[in-house]
């Protein structure tokens, strides 16, 4: 799926993230932890190809990123979908169309599509929301509509950074929920947070296997969490 060897960052000749190695691997559901200003975003963005590495090597889906031209790499990311932090949304533009946005850049057809949009807006719990413009909406069904946004596509990867951080915990159990689903529908997950309750939360019901990054470089966590 995703594959990282002794991958570095760097930012104005400063290393942010150094000799990172990792294989996401298929159907796997994975945690990153790490104080803020850790780096935990900047991995996030190297993973999907938004940030390139300075030094090491990354493979997408069996192919080396260093060989993909522009064209190459929006095809693969593509078959991740992303979650962001600070949940974007375009205000004027109703819930539904604006998790269709990326079908649209895609370049497929919407209309095509309304019968699965209806059911992934049942499954997050929002189909009532459809037509509410993004201001209108809560912060949990933000979070849910990122989510539902994320997986349109129907991606193979799904990366979510902190997307319970300003949520309550019933609302962040909920998010929990539909990630674990999606895992055991065969996607491969990947969540930043900094919540270990919510990691505890999730160890209950799947095989979780947590990273940390530490001095800028990402390690297996112990045990005690």
């Known amino acids: 799926m995703i594959e990282l060897e002794n991958v570095s960052h760097s930012y104005g000749g400063s290393d942010l993230l150094c000799d990172m190695s990792l294989r ?10 790490g104080p803020s200003g850790a ?31 522009r064209d190459g790499v929006a095809r693969m990311r593509r078959r991740i979908g992303v979650v962001h932090q ?64 994320a997986v349109i596509l129907s991606p193979d990867v799904i990366l979510a950074d902190e997307p319970t951080g300003n949520v309550d915990w019933e609302m962040s159990l909920r998010i929990l929920q539909l990630l ?15 919540d270990l309750n919510l990691i505890r939360a999730a160890k209950t019901q799947v095989a979780a296997r947590v990273l940390r990054i530490k001095d800028r470089q990402l390690h297996l966590a112990g045990a005690d969490l």
């Open 24 to 33: 996401l691997a298929p159907a796997s559901f994975h945690f990153l932890t």
């Open 39 to 69: 780096g935990k975003t900047t991995f996030l963005k190297i993973c999907y190809a938004e940030l390139q590495p300075s030094q090491g090597r990354m493979r997408l889906f069996g192919a080396d990123l260093a060989g993909l031209d």
């Open 86 to 149: 600070d949940c974007r949304f375009l205000d004027h533009l109703p819930l539904s169309e604006n998790i269709t946005l990326p079908l649209m850049a895609a370049g497929r057809d919407i209309a095509a599509e309304e019968r699965n949009l209806s059911e992934l807006m049942t499954w997050v719990g929002l189909k009532a929301q459809a037509g509410a413009l993004p201001p209108q909406l809560s912060g949990g069904e933000r979070q849910r509509a990122a989510l539902a946004r």
């Open 180 to 194: 674990i689903e999606l895992n055991r529908m065969g996607k491969t997950i990947l969540i930043a947070t900094h």
